[in-house]
């Protein structure tokens, strides 16, 4: 990735920033330390990509936290993920909320544990009401299983009569995802260097700008993040026109 100095980009940032937290295992490995602390030094990341894109003006942030496949990974390595969230929730909500973010949750919850589950659900509440950020985190999530979700609900819809097969379009179909009413990304950040996307977000990043780091996320800086977003602004966006 190019870094270029911030002020060369336009003074408008991304209205939507996702981002594919990875690297906490590797981070742990090279220091001989266990993966659980990873990922805390991970979750301390978040609290500075949210600074950051509170400070440069973002709308909103996606960060892909908990996917569906993780839930495969070794039991401890699952408890101790599953404790790091209770302790976010418990401990950066007031954050959240004192610097006007709203949180959102997307994925599965019915596979959450039903404490997490109401201490979302409660965080959701209390910081509904706020605009400097939205924060949307992914748990327990599936592109995949997204837009198979979406598909049922469409299905159930027409058995009902409430809408008719020739409605469905790209518009009708985002209604019935999990982002509803949430913009399509502008730009993906995904770090520690690995190029693939991972059954994130697969409806809504068919015209994102992808940026690759290779910092591991437990090191994610303020500078990857502004050099992320000054990258995205040397990109031509063309929505498949052709160029010139």
Known sequence: MRALPLDKAPLSP???VAIIMDGNGRWARARRLARAAGHRRGAESVRTAVECAVELGVSYLTLYGFS???WNRPKSEVNDLMGLLRFYLLSEIAYLHENGVRLRVIGDRERLAPDIVAMIESAEKQTRENGNLTLIIALSYSGRTEIATAARSLAKAVVIGSVKPEEIDESVFSQHLFTTGIPDPDLLI?????KRISNFLLWQLAYTEFVFVDTL???????DFENAITEYHCRERRYGASGV
């Open 14 to 16: 991304p209205l939507h």
């Open 68 to 70: 569906s496949e993780n």
């Open 190 to 194: 995904r770090t520690s260097g690995e």
């Open 217 to 223: 996320w437990p090191d994610f800086s303020r500078t």
